[in-house]
């Protein structure tokens, strides 16, 4: 079904990158906005603007009837959910394709099945990918946790199965404390999801954060788009992603590609995915995958070459894969910083108005930006308020150029983190590429 006019269900950068991809196929795009994003930039680059409610997401970005009537009365005919807000939200995804309009986006069932993490697990078990140990499931009593625990052997990690944002998880040194971390887990998921099942696996002492992107037609073809490792990390929050990882070789990434890619077609997976890994040691451990586009995708775009975006509208109009598998190449070093308003040393969040503005240029550097001169960054929302990606044929030239570009970016009137960015990529641990999960806190810990 051929796309003439996306609704843009978010905010911010990403719902520009949204706006540029549809422009460049020819397709038009409504913005729907709450009323402290009247002033943003996508909204005034888009051929239709409907305001849909009050800055609180749950008025306007999460409303869901505010949307659909949006989609309704502005003839969109396709529904872009961009990250965060509704794009992982499998009953919003259904009711948007009972409006027989077009969701940029997984099947419904796959958005469920992925956002409980019991599920998930067991499908990607039973799909073929490697998985950490732990219990096969919800654990119910404390007994059979610690009998569980036993068996992996201690440090355990239990984890909330509709967890998300690093919440919702407690680390066991013993049998001792298991116990009372199991009930603390529970009622604090119950308190912030709503639902308090847990589950329990090894608690891997140093790994990666190492993900694989994928893309399905939805009619059991899939490839995959190689690896990035987001493993400097702030609360579980990523803060610099690059592609390649740096510890990956490429028969490594060709023979774990290549079991993503499977499983997914396997599944009949629709549209773009990201499935996580933990790894240690050389080995790979599933942890969780995301059924929407990523905030760190335009690394892998600028490795392949492929406008994941564009990708997303195509497999959702149901045309085929612009690319098969033996026709991705992997070329040079991409590397992005997500630039918050927030203090780089407290990240105490900055917003307020942008006074100048100056993005950084030239070749292979890219910002995905809402900013300009003039504009007041709203309080109520993620205080990532700008992208700077950079690529080079080699990681020394990328990094030789990120350390360029950082000096250019003139953002003034808000604190930025910036100069994390700038002091991070000047440590011999990121220039070796020796780091994982934990290395960016103990880096700032040893900083202050
Ligand atoms: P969320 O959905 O809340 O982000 P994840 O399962 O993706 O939860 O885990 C978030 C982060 O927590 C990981 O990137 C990693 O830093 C840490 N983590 C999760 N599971 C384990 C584990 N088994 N061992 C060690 N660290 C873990």
Redesign the pocket.
């Known amino acids: 079904m051929a796309i003439t006019r996306i609704l843009i269900a978010n905010r911010g950068e990403i719902a520009l990158r949204v706006h540029r991809a549809a422009q460049e196929m020819g397709i038009q795009t409504v913005a729907v906005h709450s009323t402290a994003d009247a002033d943003a930039m996508h909204v005034r680059l888009a051929d239709q603007a409907i305001c849909i409610g009050p800055p609180a997401a749950a008025g306007s970005y999460l409303n869901m009837a505010a949307i659909i009537a949006a989609a309704e009365i502005s003839g969109a005919d396709a529904i872009h959910p961009g990250y965060g807000f509704l794009s992982e939200n499998a009953k919003f995804a259904e009711i948007v394709e009972t409006h027989e309009i077009v969701w940029i986006g997984p099947k419904p069932e796959h958005i469920r099945t992925m956002g409980d993490?019991v599920a998930a697990k067991r499908t990607a078990g039973a799909l073929g990918l490697p998985l950490?140990p732990?219990s096969d499931g919800a654990v119910e009593s404390p007994q059979e946790a610690l009998r569980l625990a036993e068996d992996i052997g201690y440090p355990v990690?239990i984890?909330a199965a509709s967890?998300?944002?690093?919440?919702?998880?407690k680390?066991v040194n013993n049998a001792d404390e298991l116990p009372t971390l199991m009930s603390q887990a529970r009622s604090e998921a119950s308190s912030a999801f709503g639902d308090d099942t847990v589950y329990i696996?090894?608690?891997?002492?140093n790994?990666r954060?190492i993900e694989f992107q994928i893309f399905g037609d939805g009619k059991g073809n899939a490839i995959h788009l190689g690896e990035r490792d987001?493993s400097l990390?702030r609360r579980?929050q990523k803060v610099l992603e690059e592609a390649p990882s740096p510890v990956i070789t490429p028969a490594e990434r060709e023979r774990m590609g290549m079991i993503c890619a499977d499983a997914m077609a396997q599944m009949g997976y629709r549209g773009a995915g990201t499935i996580?890994f933990?790894w240690e040691d050389g080995k790979f451990?599933f942890?969780?995958m995301n059924t929407r586009l990523q905030v760190e995708h335009p690394v892998t775009e600028a490795i392949t070459g492929v406008d994941l975006v564009r990708e997303q509208i195509r497999i959702a109009a149901g045309e085929p894969l612009s690319v098969q598998q033996d026709e991705v190449r992997f070329q040079g070093h991409a590397i992005e910083c997500r630039i918050n308003a927030e203090d780089a040393r407290t990240f105490v969040p900055s917003p307020g108005l942008v006074t100048s503005y100056h993005a950084a240029g030239g070749m292979h550097v890219r910002v995905d930006s809402g900013l300009y001169a003039g504009y007041r960054i709203p309080p109520y929302y993620d205080s990532m308020i700008a992208k700077l990606i950079v690529y080079g044929r080699t990681r020394e030239g990328c990094i030789m150029r990120l350390k360029r570009a950082l000096g250019e970016m003139v953002i003034e009137g808000v604190n930025t983190t910036t100069p994390l960015h700038e002091a991070l990529i000047r440590q011999d641990d990121f220039l070796s590429g020796d780091y994982t999960?934990k290395w960016l806190e103990e880096w700032m810990d040893r900083r202050v």
């Open positions: 993490k950490v732990g990690i984890k967890g998300g944002g690093g919440r919702g998880m680390v696996e090894k608690y891997l002492g790994p954060h987001c990390q579980h996580e933990l451990y942890i969780e999960i």
